[in-house]
C-alpha cells in the first residue's frame, strides 16, 4: 500500500496546507512583504518544517507554542535573508538603522519625507523616556493591550503614556515647523 | 492635502531594524511578546526592539493572531499521534517471531548453564569416591590399632593388674570388707 494511500498521511497532509494557507494570508495581511518576506514561501517552508517535525517523531504532543515558534523562526530567516540582500549594497549601519529607499516612491517625496523621518526622529528623542516607548510601540501599530503587555503595565496606564505622548509629539514637530501630522 | 501620517513615518523609519532588534528578537522572544508573556527584566529591553523593527513589530502582531490556529493544528496532530501510536503497536505485532527467537536464546543459554553446574557437580563427587576407595586399600593396622586382629594378643598379654576389683590373685589384697576375719575380728 502507497503512503499517499494512508489516511494519517492524507489527513496530515490536509492540515498542514490548511494551516499553511492561514499562515500565507496572515504573512500577506501584515504587510511582511514590505520587508522582502515573500508569503508563499513562508507558506512553503512553515510546511516544510512541521512536515519534518510530525515525521521525525510521530508520537510527540505538539503544542501551539511549538508550533508558533516554528513559524516565528521561518519569517524571521526570510527577515535576515531579505535585509542581507538589502543591505548589500549600503555602505555602512549603524545600530539606529538605516531607512530602505521606496521605489514606489519620487525623489522630491522621497527628500520630503526623508526631510519628515528625521523631524519625527528628533522629536522623539525629545520626549521623556516613559513616554517614548509606548509611542515608538504605538506608531509602530500595536494596540494599547499590547503596548501595556509589553512595558509590563496596565492597559489604562498604557493609554494615558499613549495619549498624552502624541499630544506632546504634535506639538513639538509643529514647534519644529514640520506641520501637522495624523496619528 | 492629506496630512502625512505619523505611524507611516515612523515605520519607514524602522522597516532596517537595529542591531539590537535583531540580536534580541529570536523566535522563542517574539513567541513569548506575542502571547504577552515578556520575562518582567526582558521588558523594556524586547519593547525596544519591537519599537525599532518594523518587520518584527508585524511578526510579533501576526503570530498573535495566528495563535488560535496554532492551538487547533495542535490539537489535530495530538489526536492524529495515538492512531499512529496504534498502527505502531499492530506492525509490531505482525513480527512476532524476534520475540520468539529471543526467548529460544535465553532458553539456551540457561540449559548451558545448568549442564555446567551438572558436570561440575558430578566430576566433583567423582573425586570423593576415590577418596573413599583410596581409605580402603590402606592398611587394616595402620588404619586402626584398637580392632586390628594383630592387637588380640596383646591384650591377652597385658598385666592382670589393670583390674583388680575382679581379679582372682588378688582377693586378699583388693577387698577387705567382705574378708572372713573381719566378720570374726
Known amino acids: ?183 | 492635502m492629506t496630512r502625512p501620517s505619523l505611524s507611516e513615518l515612523y515605520r519607514r523609519q524602522t522597516l532596517r531594524p537595529t542591531l539590537s532588534a535583531r540580536a534580541l528578537l529570536d523566535s522563542e522572544t517574539a513567541v513569548r511578546a506575542a502571547r504577552g508573556r515578556v520575562v518582567p527584566h526582558e521588558c523594556e529591553d524586547v519593547a525596544t526592539a519591537l519599537a525599532g523593527s518594523a518587520g518584527h513589530a508585524d511578526l510579533v502582531r501576526m503570530l498573535r493572531e495566528l495563535e488560535p490556529a496554532s492551538a487547533e493544528l495542535a490539537q489535530a496532530l495530538r489526536q492524529q499521534a495515538p492512531a499512529h501510536d496504534l498502527r505502531e503497536r499492530i506492525s509490531r505485532q505482525a513480527h512476532p517471531r524476534r520475540h520468539d527467537r529471543r526467548g529460544w536464546q535465553w532458553g539456551a543459554i540457561a540449559a548451558i548453564f545448568v549442564a555446567a553446574v551438572a558436570l561440575f557437580a558430578a566430576r566433583s563427587s567423582v573425586h570423593g569416591l576415590g577418596d573413599q576407595s583410596a581409605l580402603a586399600q590402606m592398611p587394616l593396622h595402620a588404619v586402626d590399632g584398637i580392632f586390628g586382629s594383630q592387637m588380640e594378643p596383646r591384650l591377652a598379654q597385658q598385666d592382670l593388674r589393670s583390674d583388680v576389683i575382679f581379679h582372682t590373685d588378688n582377693t586378699d589384697n583388693s577387698d577387705h570388707i567382705f574378708r572372713e576375719q573381719l566378720g570374726g575380728g
Open chain 1, 1 to 183: 500500500m502507497g503512503r499517499n494511500s494512508d489516511p494519517n498521511h492524507e489527513r496530515l497532509q490536509r492540515l498542514l496546507a490548511e494551516y499553511g494557507s492561514k499562515v500565507r494570508a496572515l504573512v500577506a495581511s501584515h504587510r511582511l512583504a514590505q520587508h522582502g518576506v515573500d508569503p508563499a514561501d513562508i507558506e512553503q517552508e512553515v510546511r516544510i518544517r512541521l512536515w519534518r517535525a510530525v515525521e521525525r517523531d510521530r508520537s510527540a504532543a505538539f503544542h501551539a507554542s511549538y508550533i508558533q515558534r516554528v513559524v516565528a523562526s521561518t519569517v524571521i530567516d526570510a527577515l535576515r535573508r531579505a535585509q542581507v540582500r538589502a543591505a548589500e549594497p549600503l555602505p555602512e549601519e549603524s545600530d539606529e538603522g538605516v531607512s530602505l529607499p521606496d521605489p514606489t516612491v519620487g525623489p522630491e517625496q522621497s527628500a520630503y519625507e526623508g526631510q519628515h523621518v528625521e523631524q519625527l526622529r528628533r522629536c522623539l528623542a525629545a520626549l521623556p523616556e516613559r513616554r517614548r516607548l509606548p509611542i515608538s510601540l504605538h506608531l509602530q501599530g500595536f494596540a494599547l493591550q499590547e503596548i501595556a503587555d509589553l512595558i509590563g503595565t496596565s492597559a489604562e496606564a498604557a493609554r494615558k503614556l499613549v495619549s498624552r505622548g502624541m499630544d506632546e509629539l504634535k506639538n513639538r514637530l509643529r514647534d519644529a515647523g514640520a506641520g501637522e501630522f495624523d496619528d
